[in-house]
């Protein structure tokens, strides 16, 4: 992979985490635009060195020993599992944020899937999630605390 090739993958998760954190944004949530591009980014950036460092040193070390660099797309799943966990909070009988912890997680996969060169799934991953949120808070409000018992709307940062 060119430099070039690894500055658009980056791009294009930036561009659309972006987009996931507008909508966070744009409904006052405490993890909008910035958190979700750079989270986005991020993502891509690790993915991209892996398999950048990947086609420099190829999969074997000086001792003639498999090397996996690509585990650096594994660590991103923990590593984010512990920034989105810092947006849950619970007060009183009520859990705040899992809405937002949940995008910055799919904003993490889509700039995984984009750093990996996947433009087609990582855009449907955002168009995806962008349903998820925008459409499905319309179902929510419409069926109402008395209709759901199990509404989301109580349990999450909407």
């Known amino acids: ?58 999969v074997f070390d000086a001792a003639n020993v498999r090397v996996d660099v690509t585990r650096i797309g594994s660590t991103i799943v923990t590593g984010v599992g512990f920034l989105g966990a ?18 910055i997680w799919v904003a993490a996969a889509i700039g995984t899937v984009a ?14 999630g962008l349903l998820t949120l925008v459409a499905l808070r319309v179902v929510e409000r419409r069926l109402g605390p008395e209709e759901s018992t199990h509404s989301l709307e109580d349990m999450e940062d909407d």
């Open 86 to 103: 810092g947006m849950i909070l619970q007060s009183r009988d009520r859990v705040y944020g899992l809405t937002t912890a949940a995008g």
């Open 1 to 58: 992979m060119s430099e070039f090739e690894a500055l658009f993958r980056v791009g294009v998760a930036t561009v659309l985490g972006a987009l996931l954190g507008l909508e966070r944004e744009m409904t006052g949530k405490p993890a909008g635009l910035r958190t979700h591009m750079l989270v986005a980014e991020g993502a891509a950036l690790f993915m991209v060195v892996s398999i950048l460092l990947t086609e420099q040193f190829g």
């Open 115 to 128: 750093g990996s060169g996947y433009y087609v799934v990582s855009v449907f991953g955002t168009v995806l």
